[in-house]
């Protein structure tokens, strides 16, 4: 091969080169800082050859480590000890965890952790000692807020559960077996879980994990890779008594929720759909004809209830609630949970065949839109009784403000009183009661208690007397 020959392949191969890398930097731009920070979908937009999953590597989670997660989590959960005082000692009856959810020394924990004790240690991560006060508790959802006296708290903030990813990696903090400030790793393993906990009609859609959870821990942060709080820790399932690789978190939107109604209202603002649920299975998708097994069956509808009103009926499978599809009892229970009276969701259902959308005003317990709840503040219950506001249908009816007696503790100071449920207090030592708020307060501040008010269907005034 003569050099004339080898000198012109070398330069074609030099122009080709250069050409090859012109073209791929017109297909793919180099991803500079502003590029990276630009939404995902515009990137994968520009370069039609990336699918969203091979375009997502470069947009994976940061960080990819817990060191700065753990950190901030570990000052922020506390270690809780729940005593009942007997004279002259006092006898710890449940140990748990707690997390700082604000500055000046908000703690968010399980009400299981809390509950039947009347003093609350509180012991932060760099040794302070504190005694906290129950602001409210709901054994609905596990969920109990206190308050520790102080300022300037480390605090975690919340995050975004519902986008939460099976797989996504996360950590739980807390105190198992009193070993403080404990953290461990896993994954989110399944969302929407209903393991039968909680009560009755207790709101369970749990995250489930394969962190590390063991006595102790309930109470804690469950918290992704940012540091956010994602969940409260709150069970495990295991035949041993100790971790077995599965552990449960209430999701950090719908304890925001109670957090909120406990702190703004004095107890949970619950909306109702007014419907029985039951799930849908392959031989109810087969009889309605559907693609794919999907949706929650109806199995009751009150009658002038929010669905009622919203055109929903007996034997209509629910699909979507607020665009989430709903494919469980939980799905549909954790999204409505959320919700507060007057609160308007939209519905996607299936009615005879055809698929219908509608919208729902979500009423309480009473099928109003007012906010109420009964009220279990421990000064009320350490009485005996349980309480609620009159809602705004009653006070038109009975032309009077004043607070609804919803039941009364069997052997309790209130039960020996001879009051029975329904009684209605118009007035509380001489001063007109307008709410549970206004009763709270005169208990706090008098020994001796007179009440007066009235039995909606008998005549008269009814009053009672106690010493508090």
Sequence with gaps: M????????SVLIIVSAFLGVYIHNCLYPPLTESSVSENNSRFV?????????????????????????????????????????????????????????????????????????NR????????????????????TTDIALLKIEGDQFPFLVFGDSDSLQIGEWVMAVGNPFRLQSTVTAGIVSAKARNINVLQRQG????????????????????????????????????????????????????????????????????????????????????????DRVQGVYVDLVNKNSAAYDAGIRTGDILLEINSRETNMISEFMEELSQHRPGDIVSIKF???????????????????????????????????????DLDSKEQQRLNTDGVYVVSIFKGSKIARTNMDAGYIITSVNGEELGSVDELINALNTNEDIYLEGFYENYPGTYPYSFRK
Aim: no cysteine.
């Design 45 to 117: 937009s520009e370069t039609p050859f990336y699918s969203d999953r091979f375009s997502s590597a470069f947009f994976s989670a940061s960080p990819t480590d817990f060191i700065d997660a753990a950190k901030n989590s570990r000052a922020a959960v506390v270690s809780i000890k729940g005593k009942s005082d007997l004279g002259y000692r006092s006898k710890t009856k449940s140990s748990g965890s707690g997390i700082l959810i604000s500055p000046d020394g908000y703690i968010v924990t399980n009400n299981h952790v809390i509950q039947e004790t």
């Design 350 to 388: 299936l009615h005879n065949g055809i698929i219908k959308s509608t919208n729902a005003t979500l009423r309480n317990q009473l099928n109003t839109t007012d906010f109420i709840a009964v009220r279990k503040d421990e000064i009320l219950t350490d009485l005996g009784f349980e309480l609620r």
């Design 2 to 9: 003569d050099m004339k020959t080898i000198l012109k392949q």
């Design 203 to 290: 709101i369970e859609s749990f995250i489930q994990t394969d962190a590390a959870v063991n006595p102790g821990n309930s109470g804690g942060a469950l918290v992704n890779t940012r540091g956010e709080l994602v969940g409260v820790i709150t069970a495990i399932i295991s035949y041993s008594g100790k971790y077995e690789g599965f552990s449960f978190a209430i999701p950090a939107n719908l304890a925001k929720k109670v957090i909120y109604d406990i702190r703004e209202y004095g107890a949970v603002q619950r909306g109702w759909l007014g419907v029985t649920l039951s799930k849908v299975d392959n031989k109810i998708a087969k009889s309605f004809k559907m």
């Design 120 to 139: 609350i240690d509180i012991l932060l991560d760099d040794n302070r000692e504190y005694t906290a006060a129950i602001i409210g508790t709901d054994p």
